[in-house]
């Protein structure tokens, strides 16, 4: 009943104006076509529409958003009542693409600073507003609306996998949802913003007006004031990063390893890049006969399954299928219906169909992670291992804590995954576009299942230890999750 009352509350948020936007308005009949034709895409396509809410509960839903349309409104509105349709499935890889007339508002007045959201709270980490606010002070409420109630208000316009709440507050503090420019898009675009802070420094609050700021220029000052801008990096600055990387830490105690991604520099790179690294790097935990591993797998978007796989090949004693399954509600035939695009799905994914008339993917050639993992017993480790997971290890990379939960003796310490542990959805996506407002969805077609059985499938991988760093570990450069690690390692 809990979950029931906290759809309502969505309504009343889509109607607050938004002065920085477009004066272009939808009319009801407009908006109602698409709105209805994104709620048949999503039940006649979506893989695993219902996981998290029934389908009596999803009508009632969209009934209220489609109660919202009876009068013109914005193309922000408009776009805020799409996004509350995706956001209540409860679908990481299901996002919304906005109107290209609404494209150039949602980056040109942005809150000029970026943010950690945890435990309710939100503190600044990087300001670029050019008004003296210290990096680590609290923000107790921005255009007098109270912190907590800005937290549980977008996330009902932006959703991660599942119910975990770690997922949100990751991202609400990265450049994917980030709250820089979420908040305008929900609760009004405007040329600057009231915050209230408590000085991270004097501990004394004061009342702040800011003026906004586009993506380029937050880009441009932080570059010139911190001397990077990882935080607002895109893809390509991602790519930057390395996908993984070994070391040797405190006079060998431990070997640490950092995986970033389960792609290396795109999805079309030989099969056998993860498989040489992870080689190489038992091989020299095997020569440095480090007795402690650590695995970092924080802030992981994901990537490609087997790359995970290969990974626990090395400290697992039984060999396991990483995929169970991976299914599908149609074909190319079936999609005929609702897309123009050629998927071209038979052929790839050699789908079969089964008598509950859903197809699944038996191409184990080009899907590897349908297949066998067996032991590799070369350099194969024995020792201790530690995992370490936030709400940005997501997809693939949830995947890969999933099976290293299941397969080895690995204690966890952080915060839960932000993709769940036993299944995902994904592989290939499918862009329907609202032919009347130019609006678009963007959903998966495949729901994969992981040989996961302790855990169930709507929840990610629960720490053994929950951690996470502080403002202050944060302000300060210290990592005290790998602290915490170091620190079991060392007691008798």
Same mark, same amino acid.
């Given at each position: 009943?809990?979950?029931?009352?906290?759809?309502?509350?969505?309504?009343?948020?889509?109607?607050?104006?938004?002065?920085?936007?477009?004066?272009?308005?939808?009319?009801?009949?407009?908006?109602?076509?698409?709105?209805?034709?994104?709620?048949?895409?999503?039940?006649?396509?979506?893989?695993?529409?219902?996981?998290?809410?029934?389908?009596?509960?999803?009508?009632?839903?969209?009934?209220?958003?489609?109660?919202?349309?009876?009068?013109?409104?914005?193309?922000?509105?408009?776009?805020?009542?799409?996004?509350?349709?995706?956001?209540?499935?409860?679908?990481?890889?299901?996002?919304?693409?906005?109107?290209?007339?609404?494209?150039?508002?949602?980056?040109?007045?942005?809150?000029?600073?970026?943010?950690?959201?945890?435990?309710?709270?939100?503190?600044?980490?990087?300001?670029?507003?050019?008004?003296?606010?210290?990096?680590?002070?609290?923000?107790?409420?921005?255009?007098?609306?109270?912190?907590?109630?800005?937290?549980?208000?977008?996330?009902?316009?932006?959703?991660?996998?599942?119910?975990?709440?770690?997922?949100?507050?990751?991202?609400?503090?990265?450049?994917?949802?980030?709250?820089?420019?979420?908040?305008?898009?929900?609760?009004?675009?405007?040329?600057?913003?009231?915050?209230?802070?408590?000085?991270?420094?004097? !501990? @004394? &609050?004061?009342?702040?007006?800011?003026?906004?700021?586009? #993506?380029?220029? $937050?880009?441009?000052?932080?570059?010139? /004031? *911190?001397?990077?801008?990882?935080?607002?990096?895109?893809?390509?600055?991602?790519?930057?990063?390395?996908?993984?990387?070994?070391?040797?830490?405190?006079?060998?105690?431990?070997?640490?390893?950092?995986?970033?991604?389960?792609?290396?520099?795109?999805?079309?790179?030989?099969?056998?890049?993860?498989?040489?690294?992870?080689?190489?790097?038992?091989?020299?935990?095997?020569?440095?006969?480090?007795?402690?591993?650590?695995?970092?797998?924080?802030?992981?978007?994901?990537?490609?399954?087997?790359?995970?796989?290969?990974?626990?090949?090395?400290?697992?004693?039984?060999?396991?299928?990483?995929?169970?399954?991976?299914?599908?509600?149609?074909?190319?035939?079936?999609? !005929? @219906? &609702?897309?123009?695009?050629?998927?071209?799905?038979?052929? #790839?994914?050699? $789908?079969?169909?089964?008598?509950?008339? /859903? *197809?699944?993917?038996?191409?184990?050639?080009?899907?590897?992670?349908?297949?066998?993992?067996?032991?590799?017993?070369?350099?194969?480790?024995?020792?201790?291992?530690?995992?370490?997971?936030?709400?940005?290890?997501?997809?693939?990379?949830?995947?890969?804590?999933?099976?290293?939960?299941?397969?080895?003796?690995?204690?966890?310490?952080?915060?839960?995954?932000?993709?769940?542990?036993?299944?995902?959805?994904?592989?290939?996506?499918?862009?329907?576009?609202?032919?009347?407002?130019?609006?678009?969805?963007?959903?998966?077609?495949?729901?994969?299942?992981?040989?996961?059985?302790?855990?169930?499938?709507?929840?990610?991988?629960?720490?053994?230890?929950?951690?996470?760093? @502080?403002?202050?570990?944060?302000?300060?450069?210290?990592?005290?999750?790998?602290?915490?690690?170091?620190?079991?390692?060392?007691?008798?």
């Amino acid at each position: 009943m809990r979950f029931i009352l906290g759809l309502a509350i969505v309504i009343c948020f889509s109607q607050i104006p938004a002065s920085g936007e477009s004066s272009e308005k939808y009319r009801p009949a407009q908006m109602q076509a698409d709105l209805k034709h994104f709620k048949h895409v999503l039940e006649y396509a979506h893989p695993d529409l219902y996981a998290h809410i029934s389908p009596d509960e999803f009508e009632n839903f969209f009934q209220k958003l489609l109660s919202q349309t009876a009068s013109p409104k914005t193309v922000l509105e408009f776009y805020n009542i799409v996004l509350q349709l995706i956001a209540v499935i409860h679908d990481g890889h299901a996002q919304v693409s906005p109107s290209r007339s609404l494209l150039p508002h949602m980056y040109s007045k942005m809150l000029p600073f970026h943010s950690l959201v945890q435990n309710n709270k939100i503190f600044i980490t990087r300001n670029v507003s050019g008004k003296n606010i210290n990096d680590g002070s609290e923000i107790l409420s921005i255009n007098g609306i109270p912190a907590v109630k800005v937290i549980d208000t977008i996330l009902m316009f932006y959703s991660g996998d599942g119910l975990c709440r770690s997922c949100m507050e990751y991202r609400l503090g990265s450049s994917y949802i980030s709250l820089y420019y979420v908040f305008p898009l929900v609760f009004g675009i405007d040329t600057a913003y009231t915050i209230e802070v408590s000085d991270y420094k004097s !501990k @004394s &609050v004061k009342t702040i007006l800011v003026p906004a700021i586009s #993506y380029d220029e $937050l880009r441009e000052r932080e570059i010139k /004031k *911190y001397g990077n801008n990882l935080h607002t990096a895109g893809m390509d600055e991602m790519l930057l990063q390395k996908a993984f990387s070994i070391d040797f830490k405190d006079a060998g105690l431990y070997a640490y390893i950092k995986i970033n991604r389960f792609f290396k520099d795109d999805f079309e790179e030989p099969a056998t890049i993860y498989r040489s690294f992870y080689s190489d790097a038992f091989n020299q935990i095997e020569d440095k006969k480090a007795k402690n591993l650590v695995i970092d797998l924080r802030g992981n978007g994901g990537g490609i399954g087997s790359n995970a796989a290969y990974l626990v090949q090395y400290l697992t004693e039984k060999s396991f299928i990483p995929t169970t399954e991976i299914s599908s509600m149609g074909n190319d035939e079936y999609y !005929k @219906s &609702v897309t123009s695009e050629s998927l071209g799905l038979d052929k #790839y994914f050699q $789908l079969k169909k089964t008598g509950d008339n /859903k *197809y699944f993917v038996t191409n184990s050639d080009s899907i590897l992670e349908l297949r066998e993992f067996k032991p590799i017993w070369k350099s194969h480790f024995k020792g201790k291992i530690y995992v370490l997971i936030d709400g940005g290890t997501v997809s693939a990379a949830a995947m890969a804590a999933g099976l290293l939960k299941q397969y080895t003796n690995a204690v966890f310490v952080g915060q839960e995954t932000g993709g769940h542990a036993g299944m995902s959805n994904g592989i290939r996506q499918l862009f329907i576009s609202g032919d009347s407002t130019r609006m678009s969805i963007n959903i998966p077609l495949f729901h994969s299942k992981f040989s996961i059985n302790k855990f169930s499938g709507k929840r990610g991988v629960i720490p053994d230890y929950i951690i996470e760093n @502080s403002i202050d570990d944060i302000i300060k450069g210290r990592d005290a999750v790998l602290e915490f690690v170091v620190k079991k390692m060392t007691e008798k």
